[in-house]
């Protein structure tokens, strides 16, 4: 932790400017939303919160390289931050609650860059969570003001809670049907969406979560706070971390239940 307690405190700080930027046009009746080539609306508070970040990287960690949702990679180096300015943008441009901005440090490693700090803020809920590579996964107002996350003990489906996003990308993917089969294994299942269900595993309020399809910047952060809360994160071919292109999140007692229901092809 202490490694990267420097960086843990510049990404909280990252944050702090971040909601400000983002919480001051929510909700605002001249918010101007565009649409991206992939069909994904992308608004002025987007592009904005994520200019701020990168302009506060720039200025503090020039040598570190930037991935970022909108403006893509910048520089080169071992040391990555990866930001998604607002994670659930949809939510964001019709006054739903429920985003977040994600910022996270990778390090360059076997298999590609691996988180080793994140922080998931999402101000117009008030909360806020992150973790640090060896140091734990806590969640509150600031990091002398926190309480630390443990992921659930529920060990049998029947009485697991699910989270998922949507089924479109299931059908697409060809696995429906094993989504529908876990649906109906398990006692609880709702559609939370985008970053909260695996803020949600990490916390133990959810024990399993999934999504089809993902980029990087969505998962980096997730991925560290959920492990670092003692859980498993990997991408649904079972390879850990953030870079499968979708991601499966469990207390890590139901991984291997919950990615051989998502893997059926029938």
Not at 6 to 21: Q, S
Not at 44 to 56: H, N, T, V, Y
Not at 219 to 225: Q, V
């Amino acid at each position: 932790m202490a490694d990267y307690l420097d960086d843990l405190r510049f990404a909280h700080v990252l944050a702090d400017a971040a909601d400000a930027t983002t919480m001051a046009r929510f909700k605002a009746l001249d918010l101007k939303v565009e649409t991206k080539p992939d069909m994904t609306p992308v608004s002025e508070a987007d592009k904005a919160a994520e200019e701020l970040i990168r302009g506060q990287l720039q200025r503090a960690r020039p040598r570190d390289a930037i991935l970022g949702e909108e403006y893509g990679v910048e520089g080169t180096g071992p040391r990555r931050w990866v930001i998604d300015p607002i994670d659930g943008t949809k939510n964001y441009v019709r006054g739903v609650p429920v985003w977040a901005t994600l910022i996270s440090l990778t390090e360059a490693a076997e298999g590609g860059y691996q988180p080793v700090v994140g922080v998931v803020s999402a101000p117009a809920l008030g909360r806020r969570w992150w973790a640090a590579k060896g140091g734990g996964a806590f969640t509150g107002r600031s990091l002398s003001s926190a309480s630390r996350l443990h992921v659930s003990r529920v060990a049998e489906l029947p009485d697991a809670s699910f989270a998922y996003s949507s089924l479109n990308g299931w059908e697409d993917r060809g696995q429906l049907n094993g989504f529908l089969d876990l649906t109906r294994e398990v006692w609880r299942t709702r559609a939370y969406g985008d970053f909260w269900p695996y803020m949600m595993v990490a916390e133990g309020s959810v024990d399993i979560c999934a999504e089809p399809e993902l980029s990087l910047w969505d998962m980096a952060a997730n991925a560290i706070i959920v492990t670092e809360a003692g859980g498993s994160f990997t991408g649904l071919d079972g390879r850990p971390g953030p870079h499968s292109g979708n991601a499966a999140a469990s207390n890590g007692l139901l991984h291997d239940e919950l990615l051989g229901y998502l893997n059926q092809r029938y």
